[in-house]
């Protein structure tokens, strides 16, 4: 779980007020419900509201009663989690707020579980342990004392307090990523985006391999309207770690605000477990294509196929002397689908390939983008744990261009 926990929850519930109940949003203002409205949605719409404003102190009783009156809405029951938590950084009592959380995290998971669904939800299931653990900003107690200073009046917003503690710790701790990310949060609420912007670079660039700070300036840059910046920020995030899901869920986010979708990206590979060779192969052809295209294609993946068996048999060995035993590696499986790939007349457009899988296969080879494709769509966890950093050291721009060629649709143009 990473450090900067707690001021994570803080900064996405900040940050995402239009999730947090996007159907529900009819009342604008947190004007207290009148005597002639129903008074359970009428209450109802006023926390949610309130919620949608960033009150969450303010709408944590109102949630509260709501639900000791209907303890199934799932909406309500989001709420009171959500606000809960936000509490929990003003609990000075390590062990009260700890209960706290972890009273928090049970709500959100009884929301899930009452059919609500959001990425937001998911994000903080994700960070919240169920015991409701803490860990330290810092090992370095000044430093510690500072950071949670900041989180303490960020969940006041006193901004200006946040960011003199923050500050702080910075000056403490020059390579503390979170202090110098979370300077840029608190100007991001209080509307500063150019100094927001600014600390979040900074913070890229002492680890550029955390995915957090491009998340963040992303959607500052939603929130302003600069999409097509939010998009370069956004992709990469995913690049800093794809196997993190809220990056994935961000680059989402930004093509829903743009009404786009992500593209989908599948080579459909024949399919085997290397080291149980002797269960076959699986070859997966397009039951659409005629006998002609069934027998090339089934050519083409044989191909694949013995290019994998002779890494399994031979090769490994021989590339990586130093690893025990044997496992699919990024070398293994982009040289099997490069060869099948050699296979594809080069005269051929892949548009005019019937079968898609071999289509798309043509497509990503033509492009030299056979390594991202497999790093970034089809991955297994061998390749993951092990190839995917080392790639990254060299190659971040072949990813952020493969992502930008084959998953993220093209920024619309502005409406005039």
Known sequence: MSTSLFRRIVLILAMFPSICAAPLLA???STPPSAAEDPYQAQRKFAITLLNQQKHLEALPVFESLARQNPNDP?????WGACLLQHSAIVMDPKAAKQERARARELLARSRELGKKSGLLENLLEMVPPDGGEIAFSSAGNVDAAMKAGEAAF?????????????RAAELDPKNYQAVLFIGDAYFSEKQFP????WYDRAIALDPDMETGYRYEADLYIKSGEMDKARTRSIQAVVANPYNQATWRALNYWANSNK???TPVHINAASKDAKESNKGVQINIDPKSSSDEMAFALTVWMIYSGTRDDWTKERFKKQFPKEAQYRHSLAEESDALSEAAKMLPQSVQARDLRDPSLALLKRVYDAKMIEP?????APDRDIALNDYVPYREQHRDRLEAYLSQFIVPPTPAPKN
């Open 75 to 79: 909406e309500v029951i989001f709420g």
């Open 260 to 262: 786009l979708q992500l």
């Open 27 to 29: 009342q604008e203002n």
């Open 195 to 198: 100094k927001a912007v600014e």
């Open 155 to 167: 969940a006041r917003n006193d901004y200006e307090e946040a960011i003199k503690n923050y500050t």
């Open 373 to 377: 494709y497999i790093l970034i769509s």
